[in-house]
């Protein structure tokens, strides 16, 4: 027991009687596998954050005409950039297999009368949208529709 | 099967003597089917009678002898000594002033606990004549598992956001209140779904899931604390085309 928390962490609104010792977390407790993927889950925050700003400097450099877009997407080209966009695929894919493993249970009792279908189904249902969507984007980047 | 001796590592706090709470190594003899809390039993019968900690039931009903062991919110009536290695530490529940040795301050969980309101609320009370509250089995399977919830505060413990934000209401407190919300006598929901709309409620819960883990009942907070942000935000919506005007 080592690690300080907040020292107002579940300290009552008026003291009590005696000393007490401020709370404390245990060494290692954020190194233990469940809090780390669960800091990792928090932690793609930051990769989503650049994915941002690198969409907003593909539609600057659409409005900037010809020239600008074909050097951005001659910087695109590059390894570094290619590595940050696989390592944002990684990140999307672990927040939605942990989202999607979460989700059933998050689900209200009921709706109205209505009651939800069971978790599997709708475990089942997240990842057939995931896929049709996945299906549908890449088409219409692929140009095989909407030409 | 035979006695094996383990090294019981025990967090001791003297709050008339210690400035901060130090570790203190105890060898004890552990039998085959000693849970931790056999072991935290021997050490003050037989060797430390200083050592304070909490229990009661020994059949993880009462809810007293949650502890940190090996760096784990646990149970010590409900986890056997022998899944352990042979060193034990056994800590003060994290996340809690310590008040001595093994023994947390309860009295901000007691508060937040009954800021939920947790008991049912009715605008106005049935009288005897006109009979008993009925519940079919149906109605009592929509909130039964938030019930079973025995205060060990594991949950406390486990939760990354409990340890960064003290108004933060917390997972049993929040269960508990959506208990009584899903329960079909109760009328109270509006009510409770202000409170949980409120700051350090249900929305500063960021789905860590960690009080489900450690949860030695299957309570699943972390599905009430869900289930009830839905419902505060649906309570909240119903506000606009009832006579409430978005309250």
Redesign the interface.
Known sequence: ?ARP??P???????P?R????????????YA?P??LR?LLF?ATGIVYLLVGFVALRVVWALGSGPAAWAELMRQLRNPLYVAFHLLALVCVVFVAVRFFR?FP???????GPAKPPPGPVILAGLYAAWIGVTLVVTAILAGWVLR | MSEQKKTFVVTRFDPDQDAAPRQQSYEVPVQPDWKVLDALNYIKDEIDPTLSHRWSCRMAVCGSCGMMVNGKPSLTCKDACADYGDRVEVAPLANFPIVRDLVVELEAFLEKLRSVKPYILVAKERAVEEGTYRQSPEQLEEFKQFSLCINCMLCYAACPVVANEPEFLGPAAIALGHRYNMDSRDEGQHERNEIFRGEGTVFSCSYANECSEVCPKHVDPAAAINQAKFNAVIDWLSGFVTSRGGK
């Open positions: 027991m928390v907040n107002h962490a579940m300290t009552p609104s008026r009590g005696t000393r007490t010792a401020p709370p404390q977390a245990p060494n290692g407790w233990q469940r809090m669960y928090d979460l249970k998050a689900q209200p009792g009921h709706i």
